[in-house]
T-cell receptor, first 112, second 114 residues
Framework: SQQGEEDPQALSIQEGENATMNCSYK?????LQWYRQNSGRGLVHLIL?????REKHSGRLRVTLDTSKKSSSLLITASRAADTASYFC????????????FGEGTQLTVNP | DGGITQSPKYLFRKEGQNVTLSCEQN?????MYWYRQDPGQGLRLIYY???????QKGDIAEGYSVSREKKESFPLTVTSAQKNPTAFYLC?????????????FGPGTRLTVL
């Protein structure tokens, strides 16, 4: 089964609003990454957070990690129509042999 | 212009035929990966290679084969043994095959079985 599960599956907001997506996982991890995928395209790396980190920022992105709850959240502030995409978390589990395991993604729609 | 390329963008195959998807990178990365993505779902790992002339099965390797004869190339063959091959196939590479490495993805190949 998938290591990471995103919630919600789909999210629709207005431009300027904040978008929050959550990722839960089952086993202990070394790190967690977030990727973005525009429709019909490849994935693009957004941010990596290590298991000993609790929060990380990159531009309008804020990622948190709670290892006790085995969960992470991705916050996009002041969203834009161009942020419309699917967002995936990917975990590097301690038992995975350093392979990434991707969740099923959150489809974000930002309406102008 | 560095990056990872996949060809073709769209591929149609008749049942019972083998088909090979191309993946090339000029990033000088050691590790390369093949993923399958079905509609509305995440990525599932088919095969990965940490170094030339070596590759490992992922979670869904049955019905697929790969080769890694050159550092920059990692072709995927979808064989007739793959019962449901219609999907979006993504190739990726990273500097090394460790989980802290960023993976760089190609634009994907959409395979449709007629």
């Amino acid at each position: 089964s998938q290591q990471g599960e995103e919630d919600p599956q789909a999210l629709s907001i207005q431009e300027g609003e904040n978008a929050t997506m959550n990722c839960s996982y089952k086993t202990s991890i070394n790190n967690l990454q977030w990727y973005r995928q525009n429709s019909g395209r490849g994935l693009v790396h957004l941010i990596l957070i290590r298991s000993n980190e609790r929060e990380k920022h990159s531009g309008r992105l804020r990622v948190t990690l709670d290892t006790s709850k085995k969960s992470s959240s991705l916050l996009i502030t002041a969203s834009r129509a161009a942020d419309t995409a699917s967002y995936f978390c990917a975990t590097d589990a301690e038992t995975s042999g350093s392979r990434l395991t991707f969740g099923e993604g959150t489809q974000l729609t930002v309406n102008p | 212009d560095g990056g990872i390329t996949q060809s073709p963008k769209y591929l149609f195959r008749k049942e019972g035929q083998n088909v090979t998807l191309s993946c090339e990178q000029n990033l000088n990365h050691d590790a390369m990966y093949w993923y399958r993505q079905d509609p509305g779902q995440g990525l599932r790992l088919i095969y990965y290679s940490q170094i030339v002339n070596d590759f490992q099965k992922g979670d869904i390797a049955e019905g697929y084969s790969v080769s890694r004869e050159k550092k920059e190339s990692f072709p995927l063959t979808v064989t007739s043994a793959q019962k449901n091959p219609t999907a979006f196939y993504l190739c990726a590479s990273s500097i090394m095959a460790i989980g802290t490495d960023t993976q760089y993805f190609g634009p994907g190949t959409r395979l449709t079985v007629l």
